[in-house]
């Protein structure tokens, strides 16, 4: 069983940057391949970026590359999305997933285990 805690979220000014932390419980946190989602209103869950157990394999949507970065720390149980160049389009609730299952079809929301509770991010224009 793994809990994850999503924070770090807020209001910022388009072209502003915010770094989500995604904390995990469970001593199997760096078997995990970790995702980031995200939720806007009236919009289905949408895969953003998602990094391997390893950190070795990291994988972007189209509309983040370049702007996001998914990172992790095993030793602190964390993974990270730091988001620079911030739009209004990035507005929504952003979710942290984990799963066990290997390096395959990693953009599927199907694919994961474990949600957090999500936390908001709202870009102002």
């Known amino acids: 069983q793994v809990q994850l805690v999503e924070s770090g979220g807020g209001l910022v000014q388009t072209g502003g940057s915010l770094r989500l932390s995604c904390a995990a419980s469970g001593r199997t946190f760096s078997t995990y391949t970790m995702g980031w989602f995200r939720q806007a209103p009236g919009k289905e869950r949408e895969f953003v970026a998602a990094i391997s157990w390893s950190g070795t394999n990291t994988y972007y949507t189209d509309p983040v590359k370049g702007r996001f970065t998914v990172a992790r720390d095993n030793a602190k149980n964390t993974v990270y999305l730091q988001m620079n160049s911030l739009k209004p389009e990035d507005t929504a609730v952003y979710y942290c997933?984990?799963?066990?299952?290997?390096?395959?079809?990693?953009?599927?929301?199907?694919?994961?285990?474990?949600w957090g509770q999500g936390t908001q991010v709202t870009v102002s224009s």
């Open positions: 997933a984990a799963t066990s299952r290997i390096w395959v079809g990693v953009s599927g929301p199907h694919k994961y285990d474990y």
